[in-house]
């Protein structure tokens, strides 16, 4: 247990250290994130001695499959913005709104990507620990997309309102 505290500490700075300039910023998503991924870390560090515990068992396959549901989302996510985002510095400051690759069927991949690792690493052991810090880290990636949504809105006008109205923002034709 000392170890694992010791492990989400450190991480944890690491984590702080790449939030820092938008820890206060609530009007931002970055803060939004920084919860969301302590929330993750939380999950990593309270059930990763479980990760290859009954490697067959329909929990840890169930597993499995939506952390590389995760992965893949992640990866085609990543490359759209990367190919067609035309980013000034990081792959996260577009200047030309994506709309194709994963993103001509949901706005946020690499959010549900996060929900789907969170989904994936909370069955590796479910408790009540594993459980609360999953419904932190869903609602913050929820709420962080919300805040992106807005910040998108002011950053690309009236291109995205089209584009929000035409995609769904989680789950292809449903949410």
Known sequence: MIIKGIVFVVLSIVIVMKFRKELFAFKRHGPY????????LLLFVLNAGSMFQSPFALRQVFS??????????????????????????????????????????????????????????????????????????????????????????????AEYEHYALRTKRYVPLIV
Request: with cysteine; hydrophobic share 55%; aromatic share 12%.
């Open 33 to 40: 994130m920084f919860v969301a991924a302590e929330g993750l």
């Open 64 to 157: 499995w499959i939506l952390m590389l549901v995760s992965a893949g989302l992640a990866v085609s996510g990543f490359t759209a913005l990367k190919k067609y985002g035309q980013a000034v510095k990081d792959w996260e400051d577009t200047t030309r709104l994506v709309h194709e690759g994963v993103f001509t069927y949901i706005r946020h991949p690499l959010y549900v990507s996060l929900m789907f690792l969170a989904g994936g690493m909370l069955l590796k052991d479910v408790s009540l620990q594993a459980a609360s810090a999953f419904m932190v880290t869903v609602c913050f990636l929820v709420a962080a997309s919300r805040v992106e949504e807005r910040e998108n809105l002011a950053k690309f006008g």
